[in-house]
């Protein structure tokens, strides 16, 4: 891990008890990685901009969590296995050091809980934003990475957890008292979580890499990225809407506002995995994915068409969308 | 390689061309990568800042570069050959596409100068300046790569190239007309080139492999980053600044203005190889390095003491330095 003279201290005081022995003690110019014996690396970066990717008044534990586990999602999609990450840290002047101490106990905890230990990294100072790249290291055994291109025609299509919760807690940040008032506070929070800490599904790892074909993390819309994985896939799909699997919170606060339906399908940041399985797999990938704590629901199936594909809504029309894809805050 | 819908587009047309294998296109949510047989692989991670790290009206090719090779450097010290890289890339409003053409076109030519092609990465918008957090990624045999903290009591202390052209470069950059006006344009070019573009030395990697105890690049001034090389090691050195290798180009300017001397030794950008070596091997690897075309100069040795480095001047008198270390602009 490097850094100016002043940036050395910071380091030493606040991130290198969250190193890894591949990190070196955060001493060294750079870091030793290693899968394990016949696994591949599997490597991920995603970066993170305060006022883009976040609110600068987020807490600053939360937001190092977040940036950690954007890139674990891409880790669990892959069917791989956390093994550490670096960090690329460009701090702004108004980044204070009890901000900072926050940042580093919220990173530590989760490179605990997820066994993802920092190894190395580089702390700078910006005049912009907060800025945050990280850089996932994974493994798999070798050849099973779960690719986004391996959709097959035929292929069940899953989704985990819930889609749309992080987007409508999104807008609800945006929109402030106005939007959601009439809803309980347990229903407005969960929401509003799911934005601020996504939950990466590492869990499914395993079922993934037994049962999947393909798989990719839905981080900028469901619509968005399942149309991405169908097109580098050289393949359409019939989606049925109404299949998509929406929290109870997601339904109360679109029952009061039904346009906001569209935001949780296009919206970004659900962190939730988009799986193809061959037909024939696909009651043993749901009970394997059930066995591991995962919900997936199946919202529709791979055609060899090469249009963009086909969603239909509950009464069997068909629906566009303007904006496929999520641009951020 | 990841980003949104309209990133994915800008990733398409600029740097899907760059991506080696293991990037698999930049299609996917992660790349795969694996150290030959036998090695280990090395993993080392700088960012830069618009503002910080260079000029926002530097070329955006040489800026790409500049992110490129800082990386290369790391991975020169540690005796490591490239393998490719991550990059992570925050893109302000005002950098357009032309600058985009341009920054893609640089890195594109360095990474197939350096044989190390770009594997993955995400790119993002922020509001504030262009950020550039690098991930590179290289191969040494197995237990062989060189540690910062490997320096011995009696190794000799070699430093490649010259130092401080960059720093001088720099204060040029900043001080404008005024300063080094009576220098000739190829003297001028020399420093400001210095700045705008390191040169990571990795033609010294088996020199290093084979000779060296401990490495660093030195990045953030000779006199800091050697201090920090030394106090990792538990040690002390003796210095003589008389030896300090400098640049025709940086005589020139010195002899000018006197006082920049210590901006040399302080600065920071060298992007050279600060190298300890065991006493009974100095000849054979300055062999190597000459046979390597890199020049390498002795400017200490390593002693037994705990105590911060002593450096001594042409006369042999005590100096100390109120900066060791360099924080950039």
């Known amino acids: 891990m490097s850094g100016s ?58 937001i190092a969590k977040k940036a950690l586990r954007v890139n674990l999602s ?20 108004k980044f204070d050091e009890s901000q900072l101490v926050d940042f580093a106990h919220g990173l530590g905890e989760d490179a605990r809980a997820f066994a993802c230990p920092l190894v190395g990294g580089d702390t700078v100072s910006t005049p912009g934003p907060l800025t945050i790249a990280i850089t996932a290291f994974g493994s798999v055994p070798h050849g099973r990475m779960i690719p986004r291109t391996g959709v097959q025609p035929g292929d069940l299509l899953h989704v985990t ?41 590492l869990a499914l790892q395993s079922a993934l890499r037994e049962f999947a074909h393909a798989a990719m993390d839905v981080s900028d819309g469901l619509i968005g990225d399942l149309s991405k994985m169908l097109r580098v896939s050289g393949l359409s799909a019939r989606v049925r809407l109404a299949d998509v699997p929406l929290s109870s919170a ?4 679109i029952a009061v506002e039904p ?41 529709g199936e791979a055609t060899a068409d090469r249009h963009a594909p086909l969603f239909a809504d509950a009464e069997g029309r068909a629906r566009s969308f303007a904006r496929g894809s999520y641009s951020h805050l």
Chains 1, 2 share one sequence.
């Open 250 to 253: 997601a339904r109360a606060l």
């Open 74 to 93: 891409d880790l669990a999609a892959k069917g791989a296995q956390p093994i550490g990450f670096l960090l690329a840290l460009a701090l702004p002047p």
């Open 259 to 299: 346009d906001l339906c569209d935001l949780a399908l296009t919206g970004g940041d659900d962190y939730e995995i988009l799986v193809a399985t061959p037909p024939g797999k696909t009651e043993a990938f749901a009970r394997a994915a059930q066995a591991a704590g995962v919900a997936v629901s199946v919202i």
């Open 5 to 62: 003279s002043a940036e050395d201290d910071l380091i030493a005081r606040h991130f290198a008890p969250l190193a890894g022995a591949a990190g070196l003690g955060l001493r060294d110019d750079a870091a030793l990685l290693q899968a394990p014996d016949g696994c591949d690396l599997v490597v991920t970066c995603d970066a993170l901009v305060g006022g883009v990717h976040f609110f600068v008044d987020d807490p600053a534990g939360a």
């Open 161 to 201: 957890g819930s889609i749309g919760d992080a987007a409508l807690g999104l807008e609800m940040r945006r929109r402030g008292e106005f939007l959601a008032a009439s809803l309980d506070a347990a229903t407005r929070n969960e929401l509003l979580d799911r934005y601020l800490l996504p939950r990466p599904r």
